[in-house]
């Protein structure tokens, strides 16, 4: 009997979606406070799974990003420069200079690089800046909407949060043009036909100015403003927002109290925490950022791992060992069609799986240092296909990203050129079976034989297997441990090893 697969959760979306309507607009968002980490994956591919399957399923779509360039900088978080950034605490993230001189402000400065890894993970997305929004008038119809209603307003968020708003409440904070901050501002009043605001400031500033140049709504009321100004049907958010009470309970009746509109479909989805650090944030600095991921390991395995997962499944990611793992997955669903649909929402362009696991690449990538010539001698001695030039360089060149940045350090390995000064520590029983090891490899042995040969030779010197492990290990690579030790010695130039075997073997003492 054939297995019966659930459906995957995109398509399980699209299926829900599409009695509905046909056409959608699919949207998301992240405010660019600091590092795009891998939790922010969860935001903009979880959309663009749901894109996808809708495509496949013969619907029309778009899929936008709203980089919610006018929220605040709430405080000076520990990456920023105190004696520049103090002044603009308060300030909106378009209009605070950039932290490396290079953009044309704070808010891009943090897009740059988020932008360049969606492009790298062949995510398509139309680009809006909220400033822009709020600057070219898109959303004045809202804010006067929103202005007009604001008891209305006050009345659902203390019915949905229990929260009490102050008499003087506004869903629309101002901006100060004297001081150029947010915060600090109170509404005094509006006119609907001149479409201005008028508001005190604590700088002691006082004006009227156009709604499209004076500020910002609220984000509980900002948020369902945007799904009506911009058409949103379906967006995925946090699961803060997706809480009782949360922005997604207070929007959807704002939506439809206030603007007239309809919520778009929610799709939440649980944190991505950095193993034993907690979930992800910007502003802490605990973080993975997305560009240093796309540089460690290929686009469709960025991709697989999060449509592999149930958006509401918590995703415990450590950029160790686990990472590598994670490769090898994508490799093996991907040659073996397993779990098929999670590898096709994920596949790209231009990777093939490579035939060897990567755990194993990144220790012949350090064997080889990082010479490509040497490592495909080594694959054909494992007579392992060689993949094309440019596909093994993609993968070496992750491994050496990987190595450098999140190896644990059991995975580091350097080939001794020269005798170690550890071989003096070995014991004359090891420097024995080192000696008859040398004499009975033979060229053509591959790993599993020199393995059993490894086993043998420590039983016929009465000596105790891992301690024959650790000689041989500290004859070639000055530390006690590595990798599977068959395969190791079937990787190295086999000369080589007679020769440093039998060095070691020779010394006095």
């Not at 990003?65 to 002044?87: Q, S």
């Not at 209009?95 to 704070?106: L, T």
């Not at 492990?469 to 990798?483: C, K, M, S, T």
Request: include cysteine; proline fraction near 7%; charge should be negative.
């Amino acid at each position: 009997m054939s297995e019966t697969r659930a459906p995957h959760w995109a398509d399980t979306v699209a299926q829900e979606l599409l009695p509905i309507r046909q056409q959608h607009l699919l949207s998301t968002g992240i405010t660019p406070s600091g590092d795009y980490h891998v939790g922010h994956l969860r935001e903009v591919l979880t959309a663009e799974g749901v894109y996808r399957a809708l495509r496949d399923h013969g619907a029309t779509c778009r899929l936008n990003y709203v980089a919610d360039t006018m929220d605040p900088l709430r405080r000076v978080y520990n990456f920023l420069d105190p004696a520049v950034y103090e002044a603009h605490v308060g300030k909106p993230l378009c209009d605070i200079p950039c932290p490396c001189g290079s953009h044309a402000s704070y808010a891009a400065h943090f897009l740059a690089p988020f932008l360049e890894a969606m492009q790298t993970l062949g995510v398509e997305l139309e680009v809006l800046m909220a400033h822009d929004l709020y600057r070219a008038g898109q959303l004045d119809g809202p804010i006067m909407q929103a202005l007009q209603h604001t008891e209305t307003i006050k009345r659902i968020l203390h019915e949905e949060t229990g929260k009490i708003e102050k008499d003087d409440w506004s869903p629309y904070n101002a901006l100060c043009t004297a001081c150029g901050r947010l915060a600090g501002t109170r509404v005094t009043g509006f006119d609907v036909s001149a479409c201005t605001v008028s508001y005190t400031c604590t700088c002691g500033h006082s004006a009227t100015a156009p709604v499209s140049q004076a500020g910002k709504l609220t984000w509980r009321v900002d948020w369902p403003a945007r799904w009506r100004a911009l058409g949103v049907t379906v967006e995925p958010f946090g699961k803060d927002h997706a809480s009782r009470g949360g922005s997604y309970d207070t929007g959807k009746r704002i939506v439809r109290e206030v603007f007239g509109g309809e919520p778009p479909y929610p799709v939440p989805y649980e944190w991505i925490a950095l193993k034993g650090q907690g979930d992800m944030s910007s502003s802490k600095g605990n973080l993975v950022s997305i560009f240093n991921l796309t540089q460690t390991i290929p686009a469709e395995v960025v991709r697989y791992m999060i449509f592999r997962v149930k958006p509401m499944r918590s995703i415990s990611f450590d950029p160790g060992l686990p990472l590598l793992n994670l490769v090898d997955e994508y490799d093996d669903v991907h040659a073996h069609n397993h779990d098929a649909r999670a590898a096709a929402l994920a596949r790209l362009e231009g990777m093939p799986p490579l035939g060897i696991p990567f755990k194993h690449l990144v220790n012949l990538v350090q064997i080889a240092e990082g010479d490509v010539e040497k490592l495909c001698a080594i694959l054909r001695r494992h007579q392992l296909d060689v993949p094309e030039p440019q596909v093994l360089q993609n993968r070496v060149d992750y491994a050496e990203y990987w190595l450098l940045h999140f190896s644990p350090p059991e995975m580091r390995l350097r080939l001794q050129k020269d005798l170690p000064p550890q071989v003096a520590s070995l014991t004359p029983p090891q420097r024995q079976a080192l000696g008859l090891l040398g004499e009975r490899l033979q060229p053509d042995m591959d790993g599993d034989t020199i393995h059993a040969l490894v086993y043998a030779l420590a039983e016929e010197v009465a000596l105790p297997a891992k301690a024959l492990f650790e000689a041989i290990y500290v004859a070639l690579l000055d530390q006690p441990r590595g990798p599977r030790i068959g395969w190791f010695l079937s990787s190295l130039d086999h000369d080589f090893v007679c020769t440093r075997l039998h060095d070691t073997a020779m010394l006095e003492g």
